[in-house]
């Protein structure tokens, strides 16, 4: 046997291990993929279930979910690019939600309590602030 034949044997299965090689990574990152929008997902129900649990009133959870999901999508680490933004409720600045609680960054109960607490103190209610929301686009 030659060299360049030796050679060409040698390299072949390399050039498929190599093609099964990036079809197994591009396959686990798509795997990988999943489990996070799950966990989104889930995330984004356990933060819904925690808000009418607060809120008690249908109504009023409401109008609470309409303002969340138009700026965060529910998504409770959503942050807006150009002005800092942050969370359930998009706190500006986010630092404010610590006066509900130290874990503001991780915790959706402790942004929705201070979600709730602004838009009561500055709209008297979460429907209040729906309210207004609708009318400027932002709250």
């Known amino acids: 046997m030659s060299a360049a034949s030796l ?3 040698v390299a072949t299965p390399k050039k498929t291990l190599a ?6 990574a591009t396959c686990g990152t798509l795997i990988a993929a999943a489990p996070a929008q799950a966990a ?3 995330s984004a ?3 819904q279930a925690t808000a009418q649990k607060m809120i008690g009133n249908s109504a ?3 109008c609470f979910s309409n303002i969340v999901q138009h700026e965060s999508g529910w998504n409770h680490t959503a942050t807006n690019a150009s002005s800092g933004a942050y969370g359930l409720v998009q706190a500006l600045p986010a630092s404010k939600m610590a006066s ?8 959706p109960a402790t942004q929705i309590k201070w979600g709730l607490d602004y838009m009561k103190d500055r709209y008297g209610s979460a ?3 729906w309210s207004f929301w609708q009318a400027n686009n932002w709250y």
């Open 60 to 62: 009023e959870f409401q």
């Open 45 to 47: 129900s356990s933060a």
């Open 100 to 107: 509900a609680g130290s874990d503001w960054k991780t915790n």
């Open 40 to 42: 989104t997902t889930t």
């Open 127 to 129: 429907c209040g602030a």
């Open 7 to 9: 050679l060409r044997t």
């Open 19 to 24: 093609g099964a090689a990036l079809v197994a």
